[in-house]
Every structure is written in C-alpha cells, then in structure tokens.
C-alpha cells in the first residue's frame, strides 16, 4: 500500500488513476488490445509462411514488439478493469488467416499488409492522443507515454515494410 498522501502509480501498485473516465479509457483499452491482439495473429500467420525467408526475422523482430505491446495491453486491462472485445475468437482467425493470407501472395504481399495495418493502428492511436490530451494529459500521463510509444513502434513497422519492398 502506497504511505499515506502519495499517488498510486499504476505500474507499481498495478491500479489505475483516480479520477479517469472509465468509459473512455475503456473503449481506448478495448480497442488497442484488440489491435495488437490482431497484429500478433497477422505476424503469426506471416511467419508460419515466410518464417524461413530472408523476411522472416524482419517479422519477427516486428511480430516481437508486438508480442511486448499486447503483454502491456493485457497488464493494462487488469490494472483499469476493463474487459477485452468479445470479438477476439474472430480476430485470432481473421489475423491469422490476413497474414497468412498476405504472405502467401509473397515477401511484397506480406510487407504491403504490414503497412496498410501498421497505418490504420497508428493512426488510432493518434486519435486516442488527441483525445486524452483534451481529457487531461496530466492524469493520463503514464497512458499517453505507452500509446506514444507503441504509436512510434508501429510508424517503424510502417517504414520497414516500405523498406522491403511493399510498394515495389
């Protein structure tokens, strides 16, 4: 228990914030552990086919901060008590399938996939940006640094997808 007076973080003390609005920071929670729990799926069905390319540890070093982002998800549903989408037995099969999908069309199939999902993630979490910091960025401090962080990750994933040839 944290000494009397002192804020609760929510890494440490694995609760969320006093005072947020749990309606948005639930939908936002909802939405991005959907995503990324999405992107694993897309990364996993891509490497179960382009595993042993020369692509394949390109996907897995992305499929990797991936995995990262969806553990801080999973942490973060806990720690605000948020329920995940009951949509996730689809997305495990439709992510799947995508990125299988994708790669069976090729290095430039799978790379172009990247992209597209890598684009629409971000550009999610640019709006959930704007929509904390007109909340309270200083009560959702700790939130806006993960979303900023992993939104950067994904702007990598975008570029590296251009870099192996998704436009080509």
């Not at 552990?33 to 382009?50: C, D, K, P, S, T």
């Not at 949509?87 to 990125?99: E, H």
């Not at 993630?121 to 929509?131: A, E, F, G, K, M």
């Not at 960025?137 to 939104?151: A, G, M, S």
């Amino acid at each position: 228990s944290p000494a009397a007076g002192a804020p609760l973080r929510l890494c440490s003390a694995g609760l969320a914030p006093r005072g947020v609005n749990k309606a948005v920071v639930g939908r936002i929670l909802r939405v991005d552990h959907a995503g990324e729990f999405g992107a694993n799926r897309i990364y996993a069905g891509q490497m179960a086919v382009l595993g042993r390319s020369s692509v394949g540890p390109v996907i897995q070093q992305m499929w990797n901060q991936e995995k990262d982002h969806l553990k801080k998800f999973n942490e973060l549903m806990v720690a605000y008590r948020v329920r995940p989408t009951i949509l996730l037995p689809f997305w495990n099969v439709a992510g799947f399938v995508l990125g299988a999908g994708s790669a069976l069309l090729g290095k430039k199939g799978a790379m172009a996939c990247t992209v597209a999902v890598e684009e629409s993630i971000s550009d999610h979490y640019n709006s959930q940006i704007r929509t904390l910091v007109e909340e309270d960025p200083e009560k959702y401090k700790e939130l806006l640094q993960i979303i900023k962080q992993f939104r950067d990750d994904e702007r990598e994933h975008h570029d590296t997808g251009i870099e192996h040839d998704a436009e080509a």
